[in-house]
């Protein structure tokens, strides 16, 4: 049994290691194989980027040794796939070699495209990439005052990042001791302050608390970056003098470039986790096309999922049991009150008032990251 | 001209009108896309953006718990 992972981001690292795991034996007589592909020899702390920005963490803390963050069992190559060929169960890599499988999982994530609406790329800043989240901290210090407005365009990843960041940029202006002389303005797509209702609950009587002002059903169409004006698809326009934006983003260049699924989004089973028309084929994390979060968390939890079926059906020959849609999500609320976020396809998020013990608690978990994304907890 | 059902029942997050949205900036003038949902809010929701955008709101009905929203793109 020839188990292939392309991917080497939250998702595909954690079924890699839980299915090394659970089929240690198997792999040790010969009956199973597991080798991973990924584009990078790091491996980086998505999550990390948002302190980046507010000079809370270095670049280098982001990162780890991918090989690493492995069971030894695991095959490991840095050589990106090119090519699927699902009819013949092969992929393709960019340094021409073939690799054949009987089970494949596709854990390639998502990227920003800025370039998408006109003028974003060259308006704004961003924290979704290490080089832009530096810049953005270096222009955070530089700022002396004027509107910082944040647009929030979709699809995105982590669907709390805009608030937090809103709440980050209150805290972090007041620090600097020049928070009356920032208008903070939080534009966002959908008729609240965020689209999960719970959150936006919760999150509106704080952004008032904090005076951070809001219009909702903005969706961004063109920024002018000479103007410095943002203008919206229902036909509103804002000045701005430093625009944070949350950029639209795509599945990976792989899964455009081979096709997949509209937007770069693999067409994916929301219970299974199979790939629509190939039960051998599994998509975890931001790659798929299931209405849940595009969070390393959706991640975590389907890849416990796909790895706990893959090695049952080896062992037993049935599966055990399918994604609920289960996400938790911290939410920073400043720079030491945090809440939480966790739902699942059937139970709405019962936010609880934001608290110094949630936030310490996220402070540990960008350490304990690293043991989690190892599958240890 | 396409039609596409998004099935966006039992979601809170990003929830139903953003996979509207996000499936809307995909489409092309003149798709139809029907959006299914569980969220109550969704049905006053939806033709509240679809009114403020300047798309066509075609059809909205409940049957038994899900609501089928039709929206055609106009832009």
Known sequence: MRILVVGGGTGGTIVANNLARRLSNEIRTGKVRITMLSASDRHMYQPGLLYVAFGQMTPDELYRDQASM???????????VTKFHFDRNAVETKSGNTYEYDT?????????????????????????????AVRMHQRLMEFQGGTVAMTVSIPHKCPVAP???MFLLHDFFKARGIRDKVKLR???????????????????????????????????REVDPVKKIIYSEEGTELEYDLLIAIPPHRGSEIADDNDLGQGGWIPTDRFKLTMDGRENVYVIGDATNIPVSKTGSAAH??????SENIASLIKTGTQVREYDGKVYCFIEAGYDRATYNAFDYVNLPDLKPASKAIHWFKIAYNQMYWTSVRGLL | MSEKVIDARNTFCPGPLMELITYMKQAQVGDTLELLSTDQGTAS?????????????????????????KVRKMK
């Open chain 1, 301 to 306: 939890f389907e890849a416990e999922v796909v």
């Open chain 2, 45 to 69: 929701d939806v033709p509240e953006w679809v009114a403020k955008v300047g798309h066509e709101m075609v059809s909205s009905e409940q049957v038994g718990d899900v609501w089928h929203l």
């Open chain 1, 104 to 132: 494949l999982i596709i854990a390639t994530g998502a990227r920003i495209v800025p370039e998408e609406i006109p003028g974003l790329a060259e308006g704004s800043e961003t924290f979704f990439t290490e080089e832009s």
């Open chain 1, 186 to 220: 939080y534009q966002y797509p959908v008729n609240a302050v965020h689209a999960t209702r719970n959150v936006a609950q919760w999150a509106k009587p704080e952004f008032e608390k904090a005076g951070i002002e809001y219009e909702t059903f903005f969706n961004l």
């Open chain 1, 70 to 80: 492995l069971e030894p069992s695991i095959a490991f190559h840095v050589d990106p």
């Open chain 1, 163 to 165: 608030v937090e960041a």
